[in-house]
């Protein structure tokens, strides 16, 4: 599994990027997770064959993960590496989590994606929909989404 951090960008930032992403064949899954700060998102993204090593770095500077993450990565001792993102963030006001938002998943070896809205309180799922450069794009590249709505 691949794990992005995407820091201080906006929804349609973030659709481009997905887009960018659903586009490699090999990906199979791609989950985006609003993060505990709530200033950007986190992506989990199941791909396979799965990528080690400097392959996987390449990989997360190509999909933009934040730098400092691939930097402290990349500078550790092999035995002590560890892709961390930080799911929980304290404040006065208690334990902040991540937010579910949508998550894609490929039907089959084809271009067609489920698409899975997995909270009602975020705009992603209709802004990937409603953006005419988006629909361009999934086009271009013959992937079409099959909507489904998962009761959370």
């Known amino acids: 599994m691949i794990q992005l951090d995407w820091d201080n960008i906006g929804y349609e930032t973030a659709a481009r990027r997905i887009c960018a992403i659903l586009a490699c064949n090999q990906v199979s899954s791609l989950e ?11 992506v989990y993204i199941e791909k396979s064959p799965e990528d080690v090593g400097l392959a996987q770095f390449l990989l997360r500077r190509k999909w933009h993960d934040d730098g400092r993450r691939i930097l402290g ?34 039907v089959g070896h084809s271009n067609k994606w489920r698409i899975w809205c997995l909270s009602t309180k975020n705009q992603l799922p209709t802004l990937l929909q409603d953006l005419p450069w988006l629909q361009e794009s999934l086009k271009d590249s013959s992937l079409t989404a099959d909507s489904q709505s998962l009761k959370s």
């Open 32 to 42: 985006l997770r609003g993060s505990p700060s709530v200033d950007g998102f986190h």
């Open 73 to 106: 990565d990349v500078l550790s001792p092999k035995a002590n590496y560890r892709d961390v993102m930080f799911v929980y963030k304290s404040s006065p006001l208690g334990h902040l989590g991540e937010t579910p938002i949508v998550k894609y998943q490929r």
